[in-house]
């Protein structure tokens, strides 16, 4: 059986990778795969998350160890086998490769191959560059670019102060309103 993984990037509208892989790999191996095709270092902390199917992370797939705590389940890359979380086909992954900035690959599991075997994995499609592994604030800023936090940054273009009903906010600014009452234990 072998599984064929299709990664896609919000940030670069041309980019795809399709990569090939034994189920019985780790999710190491598969995150050495997604390096290699798209031309990364691997000095960076990264997770695959196990989503559902409207992206929504559920199950997270860490690089180190990073859970000592032996009640709660923590997968590692290196210890987790693909086909351990992994049996579906349209499965969903993000895969973070800057913690950073949050920034991700998409992943979906568009085929499982079967009657084929192979080892390792193998990446049988490349199309686009991939973005750039990570962001440089500080170069970002040299270069005239912004982080364009200005009042758009949150969202409504068309906020305006007075749309707040004054009355939900007494006592926050001035000593009227009902006062604080600390709770005792």
């Avoid at 009355?167 to 926050?172: A, H, Q, W």
Wanted: glycine residues 6%; negative net charge; hydrophobic residues 35%.
């Amino acid at each position: 059986m072998i599984y064929r993984f299709t990664i896609i990037s919000d940030e670069v509208d041309d980019f795809v990778r399709e990569i090939q892989i034994d189920p019985e790999a780790t999710f190491f191996d598969f995150h050495e795969a997604i390096l290699k095709s798209a031309g990364y270092t691997d000095d960076q902390m990264t997770s695959f998350f196990i989503c559902d199917d409207d992206w929504e992370k559920e199950k997270e797939i860490t690089l180190e160890e990073m859970d000592d705590n032996p009640e709660m389940d923590s997968w590692v890359m290196k210890d987790t086998e693909l086909s351990e979380l992994i049996e579906d086909e349209k499965q969903k992954l993000l895969y973070v490769f800057d913690y950073m900035t949050e920034r991700c690959f998409f992943i979906e599991l568009t085929e499982i191959i079967t009657g084929k075997e192979m080892q390792g994995a193998k990446c049988t499609k490349k199309t686009g560059d991939a973005p750039k592994q990570t962001v440089d604030f500080e170069e970002m800023a040299a270069a005239g670019g912004s982080l364009d936090l200005d009042e758009n940054f949150y969202g409504d273009q068309d906020f305006d102060m007075e749309d707040f009903d004054k009355e939900g906010f007494v006592g926050l600014d001035d000593a009227g309103g009902a006062p604080f009452e600390e709770e005792k234990f």
